[in-house]
């Protein structure tokens, strides 16, 4: 009995070390990989993402919607906006659980999140999340939006870091990424001080 005691008492000092540090690895890689997960219906945002991705070397995500969006039917997004109507999805292909922070790029329909965005974060558990947001407009978005969305993604459990607006309105693709690479060069990413930029 003594015996077993003891082994017991040795297997426990050996493998207890071992154990806490696999599970602080675990630990570090769930918090820091970071997911941009990005909506854009005419291609600014897109230009957006792809130099996030680009700069941080990090996964992307594109949320695509089966409703029809262009010409007449951009009274879909106007509808969606107003009567809070969920999106179409398209295929989700990442699990977003997985990853922490969050990026997300989407452009503002109406002073909100578009609707697609709004669909995809409603539709999953991102309790404790700690997300990075990035607005796309074309000037007519301010500092009530920004705490509309604020409060949107902390009514999901959901942690700001930050916050930043770019302008794309008579925007060449050029000028977008430079004001993406200003969010970046501004310690944007910094998961320590949760900041607010907007570029106009
Ligand atoms: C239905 C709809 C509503 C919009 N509402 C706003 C708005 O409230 N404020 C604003 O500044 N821009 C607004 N915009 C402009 C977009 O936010 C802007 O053009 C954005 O950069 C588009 O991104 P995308 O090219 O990735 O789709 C709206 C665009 C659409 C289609």
Same mark, same amino acid.
């Given at each position: 009995?003594?015996?077993?005691?003891?082994?017991?008492?040795?297997?426990?000092?050996?493998?207890?070390?071992?154990?806490?540090?696999?599970?602080?690895?675990?630990?570090?890689?769930?918090?820091?990989?970071?997911?941009?997960?990005?909506? #854009?219906?005419?291609?600014?945002?897109?230009?957006? /993402?792809?130099?996030?991705?680009?700069?941080?070397?990090?996964?992307?995500?594109?949320?695509? #919607?089966?409703?029809?969006?262009?010409?007449?039917?951009? =009274?879909?997004?106007?509808?969606?906006?107003?009567?809070?109507?969920?999106?179409?999805?398209?295929?989700?292909?990442?699990?977003?659980?997985?990853?922490?922070?969050?990026?997300?790029?989407?452009?503002?329909?109406?002073?909100?999140?578009? #609707?697609?965005?709004?669909?995809?974060?409603?539709?999953? #558990?991102?309790?404790?999340?700690?997300?990075?947001?990035? =607005?796309?407009?074309?000037?007519?978005?301010?500092?009530?939006?920004?705490? &509309?969305?604020?409060?949107?993604? &902390?009514?999901?459990?959901?942690?700001?870091?930050?916050?930043?607006?770019?302008?794309?309105?008579?925007?060449?693709? &050029?000028?977008?990424?430079?004001?993406?690479?200003?969010?970046?060069?501004?310690?944007?990413?910094?998961?320590?001080? /949760?900041?607010?930029?907007?570029?106009?």
């Amino acid at each position: 009995m003594l015996c077993r005691v003891f082994l017991l008492l040795i297997m426990t000092l050996v493998v207890q070390p071992f154990a806490l540090q696999a599970a602080s690895q675990q630990h570090q890689e769930v918090e820091w990989k970071p997911l941009i997960v990005y909506y #854009s219906l005419s291609g600014s945002t897109a230009v957006v /993402a792809r130099e996030l991705e680009r700069a941080l070397g990090c996964r992307l995500f594109e949320i695509t #919607s089966l409703r029809r969006r262009t010409g007449f039917w951009t =009274v879909n997004c106007v509808i969606d906006q107003l009567f809070d109507r969920d999106d179409l999805p398209g295929p989700v292909t990442v699990d977003a659980a997985q990853y922490n922070p969050l990026i997300l790029a989407c452009p503002i329909w109406i002073h909100r999140f578009a #609707s697609p965005m709004r669909t995809f974060l409603a539709g999953r #558990s991102l309790d404790g999340k700690e997300v990075f947001v990035i =607005v796309t407009h074309q000037g007519n978005c301010g500092v009530k939006d920004e705490q &509309a969305i604020r409060r949107f993604l &902390a009514g999901r459990g959901m942690q700001v870091k930050g916050y930043a607006a770019v302008l794309t309105r008579n925007r060449t693709q &050029a000028e977008i990424i430079d004001a993406t690479r200003q969010c970046i060069e501004q310690n944007f990413f910094d998961m320590e001080k /949760a900041v607010s930029i907007t570029n106009n």
